[in-house]
């Protein structure tokens, strides 16, 4: 599987890359992805990216890779800030939380509890009828699938701390069956 990471000016690039380093991947920032540059990967996976250009205040600083994840039937998925692209892409709510949250907590997932790592100051609050919730923790939605689409977001971080979480084996479970 050839995968395109679209890096969103993410603090942990070098730790998706150890994530990966099994699979054939390309890195392309933000500003250089294009849908002509997706065109030879099977995978798109959009990274998180800096507080300060959030998609909820910066839509149009996104506008292409929006426009991309609503129109491509091409396997997708998003990392925080890549989540909350998915989530601006099909018309659900995303707010503003008084605080990062930062640190390792539980998920929901699949009627169990996993550890995860979250480092993020918006919270998807609201879905669209496209949308369905895969897991949830104590701080709002944090996985989501597209109904009739291959695409997911993951609102925590599956490449940080994986000795110490389940983030990376639930981002290996996705991988498998996406």
Do not use: W
């Not at 995968?3 to 603090?11: G, P, Q, S």
């Amino acid at each position: 599987m050839k995968i395109l990471l679209v890096d969103n000016h993410t603090k942990n690039l070098e730790e998706t890359k150890k994530l990966l380093k099994d699979f054939d991947f390309k890195i392309c920032k933000k500003e250089e992805f294009s849908t002509e540059n997706s065109e030879n990967f099977d995978l798109i996976i959009f990274l998180g990216g800096s507080s300060v250009r959030s998609v909820k205040n910066h839509k149009e600083d996104y506008g292409s890779e929006i426009d991309f994840i609503k129109n491509t039937n091409k396997k997708v998925i998003g990392i925080c800030l890549g989540c909350e692209i998915i989530a601006t892409a099909f018309d659900c709510s995303i707010r503003e939380s008084s605080k990062t949250e930062k640190g390792i907590s539980n998920i929901k997932y699949q009627n169990n509890e996993f550890p995860i790592y979250e480092s993020h100051r918006f919270i998807i609050d609201k879905v669209s009828d496209v949308i369905e919730i895969l897991a949830t923790s104590n701080h709002g939605i944090e996985m989501i699938k597209h109904k009739t689409k291959p695409i997911y977001g993951l609102q925590f971080h599956p490449e940080m701390f994986a000795k110490k979480t389940s983030g990376d084996e639930i981002f290996f479970n996705v991988l498998k069956n996406i």
